[in-house]
């Protein structure tokens, strides 16, 4: 187990003011077996009020409304978690994981790459259970891709990214998913904070035995205690953080911070 201090924050500037501000938030860190949130702070500028609720897919929601104008929208999150992947309980077999959704649609690339990974793991006799072959997608999907910022955007899709052969870890993870789900396995997209980043981050997971268990192609490594999951479901288009309409034309600049900074190894 781990104690983790995080802290992390979104601004939007916006070129001119706006106003009748709706927003939808995927940005607190949810109480789950594996990991324990506590002192948790959240603000939000402009301060107006909010309604908290559950996502189909069980992430937590923070919904308001901006009515004045305002130049600029920010919030920060913040506060302790201790994470211990081991304490991962089975959960109920959903199978919307098992089919491509709109970001792992795939291309020739991704299907040629599906395939390739096909009759690799067909050569390996150890490669037969869901993880294993997980981990597999996922380390080739790490040598295939370059991390490059800027190579891609939020809107950029699996197929394209591997096209290009560059990205950023929503990239990464979106790849990996759609070659898992091309094999037949079921694997879910994760958004969260990784203690090595300057930003937030993401993984995916993929399903074994009643229990999801989470692998980060980015660093091509199984995901320890060092993580802490905000938001999960089918792509990235599950867990955007923050999402929003308003009245104006305004162009836009976001800005992201974020930290984990591990504290001390927590007793068990």
Not at 68 to 75: G, Q
Not at 220 to 231: A, E
Request: proline share 5%; with cysteine.
């Amino acid at each position: 187990m781990r104690k983790l201090r995080f802290d992390y924050a979104t601004t939007i500037e916006f070129a001119e003011p706006v106003s009748d501000h709706r927003f939808q938030l995927r940005c607190l860190p949810p109480n789950l077996p594996q990991q324990r949130i506590c002192d948790l702070e959240f603000t939000l500028a402009p301060n107006c009020p909010k309604a908290h609720g559950i996502d189909s897919f069980y992430n937590p929601v923070v919904t308001g409304r901006i009515e004045e104008p305002h130049e600029s929208f920010s919030y920060h999150v913040g506060g302790l978690a201790f994470v211990d992947q081991s304490l991962s309980r089975r959960q109920v077999y959903k199978p919307l994981y098992r089919y491509q959704s709109d970001f792992t649609q795939q291309g020739p690339a991704l299907e040629a790459l599906t395939a390739e990974m096909r009759r690799e793991l067909a050569r390996h006799s150890w490669a037969t259970a869901p993880l294993e072959q997980a981990r597999y997608v996922m380390g080739a999907v790490h040598e295939r891709l370059s991390y490059v910022p800027g190579a891609t955007n939020v809107r950029t899709v699996a197929e394209e990214a591997l096209a290009g052969g560059a990205g950023v870890c929503q990239d990464y993870a979106q790849v990996a998913i759609s070659v898992c789900r091309g094999l037949g396995l079921m694997a879910k997209y994760v958004a969260g904070l990784y203690d090595a980043e300057g930003a937030t981050h993401a993984w995916f997971e993929v399903y074994q035995g009643g229990n999801w268990h989470p692998l980060d192609p980015t660093n091509n490594k199984v995901v320890d205690d060092s993580y802490i999951k905000i938001s999960h479901g089918r792509d990235y288009g599950d867990c955007m953080l923050s999402i929003g309409v308003f009245r104006g034309a305004a162009g836009q600049t976001q800005t992201v911070h974020a930290k984990v900074e591990a504290l001390a190894e927590a007793e068990q």
